[in-house]
């Protein structure tokens, strides 16, 4: 089945505490991106990636970090993470083929809550 | 400037009745791609329609239909026939040719199907 995952789907941490949102897709798709949702501001692009090795950040991209050495892997890093980054985070993948067309696809969203 | 406004932050509508969410964007690139979202209480984000700004015709999946009027940069989603099933969040978002990469949403509009 085509599909984003990620892991884990709930976390509750403490600030400071480094962290890792994995997110792994199996649809060869070149394009993947990072989201956090909150309430009354809709979905921002945190980071997103075009292809292994190449990352770009989006609208709210301090305080995070990606790497992307696979094509199916796009983890999401707090190095220190705070309480304004508590949040629904959505990880999403695309094929590219230099079309617009290309609808996302999403991951089921990680809930993160950073006390 | 917001890329994506959507300023009905709340809608109601009877069952069986059609329903028109607003969607503005701004933009200079001639050339990009307009997508509506929808997120249920479940929290998944399911693709529902697309347009392009070359699209000659409105697109329209279903009930779902996008009114779009490029000279005054709206595309409004309409959905026909309301299901109870229709009660979720929806985005609207864009992605722009030059940039290609970035994707815009906006802050969503919340649904609720009356019985």
């Known amino acids: 089945e085509a599909q984003v995952t990620q892991n884990p789907r709930y976390l509750i941490t403490v600030t400071g505490k480094k962290l890792t949102v994995t997110c792994s897709q199996n649809m060869n798709h070149e394009y993947m991106s990072w989201y956090r949702q909150d309430p009354g501001l809709g979905l921002r692009q945190i980071y997103y990636?075009?292809?292994?090795?190449?990352?770009d950040k989006g609208d709210v991209p301090e305080g995070y970090k990606v790497s992307r050495k696979e094509k199916r892997n796009f983890p999401l890093i707090l190095e220190s993470p705070s309480p304004n980054q508590t949040s629904l985070y959505f990880c999403a993948s695309s094929s590219l083929r230099d079309r617009l067309d290309n609808e996302q696809f999403f991951g089921p969203g990680t809930r993160l809550t950073v006390l | 400037a917001q890329k994506i406004t959507q300023t009905q932050p709340g809608m109601f509508v009877q069952e069986k009745e059609a329903v028109t969410l607003d969607c503005t964007y701004d933009?200079?690139?001639?050339?990009?791609?307009l997508f509506w979202y929808k997120q249920p209480s479940s929290g998944e984000m399911i693709f529902l329609i697309y347009q392009g700004s070359y699209d000659q015709q409105n697109a329209t999946e279903g009930r779902y239909s996008l009114n779009f009027q490029k000279a005054r940069k709206s595309a409004n989603l309409v959905i026909s026939a309301s299901q109870l099933g229709d009660s979720a969040m929806y985005f609207c978002a864009m992605r722009e040719q030059n940039t290609g990469n970035q994707f815009y949403f906006g802050t969503g509009t919340s649904l609720t199907v009356i019985p």
């Open positions: 933009t200079s690139d001639p050339s990009y791609g």
């Open positions: 990636s075009m292809n292994v090795e190449v990352t």
